[in-house]
């Protein structure tokens, strides 16, 4: 209520309610503001430093930095492979929540002797990056390793295949959406933040939000697509990667690993899982 005296309002029942209104918008926003960070930690698990070099596990990496469109630099392995000639691809490989990018040196050695040069990226604060993780910064942090592939390393979109294993494959879905790119790979990924929220906290779900919407992203996305999932996935269900997989448009392709969690698909998957991915890079980059 407004009577004329400088925007100050009386002292009657409709003012307490003004007050009221305007003290949990205050507090509603101050609870926001707080539960945003206490959500990120929730989500992102970074491990600082490095904890294996790449000639302690003999592979032939090349370490590097990137810097991202808003100024973080980024810490990145390079692991060029040995594609036949006139054949080179790439992958870019966006790793998990948990850890940083030494701890999947091994993987990508993996991936690169099928046959491909892999790009390993620490999302901002993981590893050796700088900054702090955000949904917005991880988003951010996968530009700047697809721009460092068609840049620096001289490839054509339509030669890079983007991996995404568990939370990456949000990621992994977010970049690729309305890009040319030749292939997407997901692997033991879920719809939602919110999805997996509730399946983790139920009634509180709410207070997370919904970020990391893959569910509603991946129908734009252009590339085949390859999803791979455990069927003994303890902390991502099956049920929430086929949800995914049944939103995406055609070219794709469902496989299960029968009997593997979620951080043991490689282990379990054995030459089986290798030789899966290895006929997609094919069919994708001939």
Same mark, same amino acid.
């Given at each position: ?12 029942? !409709?003012?307490?309610? $003004? ?18 960070? $206490? ?35 980024? =810490? ?6 040995? &594609? &036949?000639?006139?054949?080179? @691809? ?11 990018? /030494? ?18 990226? #620490?999302? +901002?604060?993981?590893?050796? /990056?700088?900054?702090? &993780? /955000? ?15 068609? !840049?620096? +390393? ?72 390859? !999803?791979? =999932?455990?069927? @003994? #996935? ?14 995406? +448009? ?6 299960? $690993?029968?009997?593997?969690? =979620? ?24």
């Amino acid at each position: 209520m407004v009577r004329g005296d400088g925007g100050r309002c009386g002292l009657g029942p !409709s003012c307490d309610m $003004i007050r009221l209104a305007g003290a949990l918008a205050v507090a509603g926003g101050l609870f926001l503001a707080l539960l945003s960070p $206490i959500a990120d930690r929730v989500i992102f698990q970074p491990t600082p430093g490095v904890d294996f070099e790449p000639t302690d596990l003999g592979i032939a990496a090349e370490s590097l930095f990137l810097e991202t469109e808003d100024g973080v630099r980024i =810490h990145a392995y390079y692991v060029p492979g040995a &594609p &036949p000639p006139g054949e080179r @691809r790439a992958l870019l490989f966006l790793h998990g929540n948990a850890g940083n990018a /030494s701890h999947r040196l091994v993987g990508a050695d993996l991936l690169a002797r099928l046959g491909v040069e892999v790009l390993l990226i #620490d999302y +901002r604060g993981y590893g050796l /990056s700088e900054g702090r &993780p /955000s949904e917005a910064g991880v988003y951010a942090d996968a530009r700047a390793g697809l721009d460092h592939l068609e !840049s620096q +390393r001289g490839f054509a979109t339509e030669r890079i295949v983007v991996f995404g294993r568990s939370l990456g494959g949000a990621v992994a879905v977010e970049l690729a959406q309305d890009r040319p790119l030749a292939g997407v790979v997901l692997e033991s990924t879920f719809t939602n933040v919110a999805d997996m929220a509730r399946r983790m906290v139920g009634p509180l779900a709410s207070l997370v939000g919904g970020g990391f919407d893959s569910q509603a992203r991946i129908p734009r996305l252009r590339a085949p697509l390859l !999803s791979l =999932h455990g069927d @003994r #996935d303890e902390l991502v269900p099956l049920a929430l990667g086929r949800a995914l997989y049944e939103a995406a +448009r055609v070219p794709k392709r469902f496989e299960v $690993i029968a009997g593997a969690g =979620h951080n043991d698909t490689v282990e379990v998957g054995g030459a089986a899982y290798l030789s899966r991915i290895a006929r997609f890079l094919h069919e994708v980059t001939p």
